[in-house]
DNA sequence: GTGAAAGCGCTAACAC
DNA sequence: GTGTTAGCGCTTTCAC
């Protein structure tokens, strides 16, 4: 009844559906969804902590949750613990498809590899070959090292604190760095690995010789920024400081923060793209063998006023 | 079939499912729904942006869709915006009952009452009597408020910042900072409900003789602390200065700021709680008259070095 | 082209 | 107590 050769006129039809709605009829949803085979619904599976308190997945899931939408479709949180409940939803097929970000436990990817279950990964790699989207985290470092030795810097450290969850990220930003200063012939990157004392240890170590640090997000770079006044470094007078992400508070310190900003809204919908583009070849009987590839999405450097030239040597 | 008088043994009938389970079969969800009615969803109806950024929801919405979870229920995404679509959600009853926080527009309140839809009202108040669950504003209000008469502070100043959404949480604090001045017999509390540069203005005017000035939230105060710094105004040697909420970064900033925490993750569960009573009085064929009383849960006190005692006036 | 009927997979009510 | 069947409300197919 839905072929485009139907005697009824499209607005004929607007009418009729018009006005069953306005007396109250809705097609009931549970029974779409058994008839048709489908939930309507997406799961976010995630590990730990809701996903959302980075500024840069609330932006990418606001524009993910919108595109799915708008196709539809709802999102679902479907937490990943120790009971598996997680499982029964996916076995169970609560949901049309799923989406992950950050990280995934193994067995999680190898049940939706399993099931074929249409799964997109965000900002995510290690993904068996899944349809993933993430942001040129190896650009970005670029960009934030070429910023910095455009300044004159010729000593930097790239300070992480170990005490997160290790993200495929922080390689690819280091790699970026020494990309850049590899390019440049400048010395070599100082890895700062630790907690935000001993990050403060090895700044101040003058044989090291630093004039400026790139944190790994505004988290490093909210305390370490801290910790230099409290010790009475100037930023960016006795050094630069700069991070990755364009989230809160980092224009609202001082000095504001220079960064590298993900493009977090872009990811959303790209996300959202992929995955219904998924669920559409899959029921439209095409074979799975055409997994999309993944899709990798430019940084940008918001320069602001945390990053300077070094004093000069005195 | 679920009855206790059945022969067959609590022990085998496990071992049954156990193994119907291991031999891959699950019930099919979407056939359930329709027999029972159900759709096992509860929508989180909101409005503006992914209400996740704010600490203070992120924690509370975890232990939220953990005790959903743990009933067998899912949360899912609803925005609210223009297109409607949030309508077609719930009058196509695709969620069993569903949550809203902060705030809400009145065509959703009135949509989720004449429906009848089981819902629970998050850090929210002018509810239609619906059940809710919240902090103790005027509480924490007072909290605030004796904190800093305690240190003897005389001249206090509250500040929103007024380009966000309105709360009314923000008249809550300010009567409990007010009745606790009172009490205290001190001078009134200054009101500053503006933006940052013009609540400098008013702290820096000395006709004003403020000495401690209570910001609304993390973000107030992340941004009103730098513009002390900048201004060559010491906290808490020339000012003191706290707020509302235990989120990031506030205990990363120099110097780490006293504030008063509410308690989220107690608000999740309690929410899930209720709204889950809801739903289960609502099949059991209960009337719906014994609508439960708002729960108000108390805030607390957490001291850190940005208050005081005032300057001695030289 | 139009209308009736057979499922979707489960639940619950009903006879045996 | 146990097995059978009607029915949830839609989609889709298959006769007319």
New interface residues.
Partial sequence: MSAEDCPISEATRRRVRQTARELGY??????Q??SR?R???I?LVYEG??P??D?VY?EM??SF??SL?DAGY??????VDHQE?WK??L????VDGCAMLHSAPDDLLDTVAELGIPTVLLNMDRGRGLPAICPDDEQGGRLAGRHLLELGHQRIAMYVDTSETPHFSIAARRRGLEQAIEQAGARELVMIEDNCEDAMAVLRDTSHDITAVVCYSQ?EA??LL?RL??AGVSVPRDMSLMCFNDE??LA???PPVTTVAVPSAEMGWRGAEMLLGCIGAESSGDQPGDAPRPVVLQEQLITRSSTAPPRSPS
């Fill in positions: 809705r097609a009931n949803w549970q029974a969804s058994l085979g939930t309507y619904a799961g902590n809701l959302f308190l500024g609330n899931l606001g949750v919108q939408r709802h999102l679902q949180l479907v937490p409940s029964e939803a076995l169970g097929r609560r988290y909210t305390s801290s006044w409290t809160f508070p609202d310190l001082i």
